[in-house]
C-alpha cells in the first residue's frame, strides 16, 4: 500500500509524536501535582497537630493553675474537717466544672 497524499504522509510521520508528546505531559504533569499534593496535605498535618497540642496544652494550664488556687486554699492546707474540705471541692467543682474526669 502506497501513500501519496500528502497529508497522510504528515499525518503518519506526525501523530506518534503528538501520542508520544502527550503521554509525557502527562506523565510529568501527574508526577508534579502529586508532589503537590503530597507537600500539601502534610503541611496541613502539621497546622493540625500544632493547634491540637496548643489547645490541650492551654486545658492542662488551666487545671494546674486550678489546682495551685485550690491547694493555696487554708481549708485544704490546714487538714481541717473532711466535710468543709469535700464542701470546698464540690464548691469548686460547680464553680469551675473542672476536676469531674472530663476535658
Given at each position: 500500500?502506497?501513500?501519496?497524499?500528502?497529508?497522510?504522509?504528515?499525518?503518519?510521520?506526525l501523530?506518534?509524536?503528538?501520542?508520544?508528546?502527550?503521554?509525557?505531559?502527562?506523565?510529568?504533569?501527574?508526577?508534579?501535582?502529586?508532589?503537590?499534593?503530597?507537600?500539601?496535605?502534610?503541611?496541613?498535618?502539621?497546622?493540625?497537630?500544632?493547634?491540637?497540642?496548643?489547645?490541650?496544652e492551654a486545658?492542662v494550664?488551666?487545671?494546674?493553675?486550678?489546682?495551685?488556687?485550690?491547694?493555696?486554699n487554708?481549708?485544704?492546707?490546714?487538714?481541717?474537717?473532711?466535710?468543709?474540705i469535700v464542701?470546698?471541692?464540690?464548691?469548686?467543682?460547680?464553680?469551675?466544672?473542672?476536676?469531674d474526669?472530663?476535658?
Amino acid at each position: 500500500m502506497k501513500i501519496t497524499s500528502v497529508r497522510s504522509r504528515l499525518l503518519i510521520l506526525l501523530l506518534p509524536f503528538f501520542v508520544l508528546s502527550f503521554v509525557i505531559l502527562s506523565g510529568v504533569s501527574y508526577y508534579f501535582s502529586t508532589s503537590a499534593l503530597t507537600k500539601s496535605i502534610n503541611e496541613t498535618a502539621a497546622a493540625m497537630n500544632s493547634d491540637y497540642s496548643h489547645q490541650i496544652e492551654a486545658v492542662v494550664e488551666a487545671r494546674v493553675i486550678e489546682l495551685e488556687a485550690l491547694a493555696s486554699n487554708k481549708i485544704i492546707r490546714s487538714n481541717a474537717d473532711p466535710g468543709q474540705i469535700v464542701e470546698l471541692l464540690a464548691e469548686t467543682h460547680k464553680r469551675t466544672g473542672a476536676f469531674d474526669g472530663g476535658w
